[in-house]
């Protein structure tokens, strides 16, 4: 049981360059969600899935896309990577909707863009 | 909006010795509460909850009581260890689908 991984672990981008970033989990999670950290910020929401084919906006979306295609795996793509992008992004997966839910992480990207 | 303050770090501490992290958090309703925990290179871990006023939540020594006359979550322990060395978040959970962190509490002991 791995958990919530993420690929790649880093990554360097020039300006204007796109990427995707894959989460995936084995818990049969029906929801996950996409942070960035950012030094002394915390972490804050981009997108989120409530299940399979369904996405929904968070605190910071722009710049962002994300699509959940299959149940385990949630994909982040930067159509056009910008220096205020370069941060560290974390999934996470949770088994229910509710207010206690725990939210279980992974390791985490780490996105440097020139 | 709600938000959560902690409080800034870092802290250093020799081993053994009690530890206090500060959080209060700004809410409008019933907010379940949260710390997680950062290890080095690794993702956030659930450390302990509190889902209602006067609950505590406690793991690995580590306790915190949900206080809504204070709005305030504080993390302690009684002894810390070398191993206790992370980022510590304190959050809120206002919603199904929503976590409000606080910046983050760079914890570092000394042997």
């Known amino acids: 049981n791995a958990g919530v991984t993420q690929t790649p672990k880093f990554r360097v981008l020039k300006t204007g360059q796109s990427m995707t970033l894959l989460c995936a989990q084995d818990?049969?999670?029906?929801?996950m969600y996409w942070y960035r950290q950012d030094p002394g910020m915390g972490l804050r929401l981009i997108h989120y899935?409530?299940?399979?084919?369904?996405?929904a906006k968070g605190e910071v979306p722009d710049g962002y896309n994300v699509s959940r295609l299959k149940k385990q795996n949630f994909l982040l793509g930067l159509e056009s990577a910008a220096p205020s992008q370069t941060s560290v992004y974390f999934c996470?997966?949770?088994?229910?909707?509710?207010?206690?839910?725990?939210?279980?992480f992974g390791p985490g990207t780490r996105l440097l863009v020139l | 909006g709600n938000s959560v303050t902690q409080m800034e770090g870092p802290v250093t501490l020799s081993e053994e010795a009690f530890l206090t992290i500060n959080c209060t958090y700004t809410?409008?309703?019933?907010?379940?509460l949260f710390w997680y925990v950062q290890y080095p290179g690794e993702g956030l871990q659930l450390l302990l909850k509190?889902?209602?006023?006067?609950d505590k939540g406690s793991n690995k020594g580590f306790e915190a009581t949900y206080r809504k006359e204070t709005t305030s979550f504080h993390l302690e322990k009684g002894s810390v260890q070398v191993s206790d060395s992370a980022v510590y978040f304190c959050?809120?959970?206002?919603?199904?689908?929503?976590?409000?962190f606080g910046s983050g509490t760079r914890l570092s002991i000394r042997p």
């Open positions: 959050a809120l959970s206002e919603s199904a689908s929503k976590i409000i």
């Open positions: 809410a409008t309703g019933y907010p379940s």
């Open positions: 899935s409530v299940g399979e084919g369904t996405t």
């Open positions: 996470a997966s949770s088994q229910a909707l509710r207010v206690q839910e725990t939210q279980y």
């Open positions: 818990m049969n999670h029906e929801y």
């Open positions: 509190a889902t209602k006023a006067d």
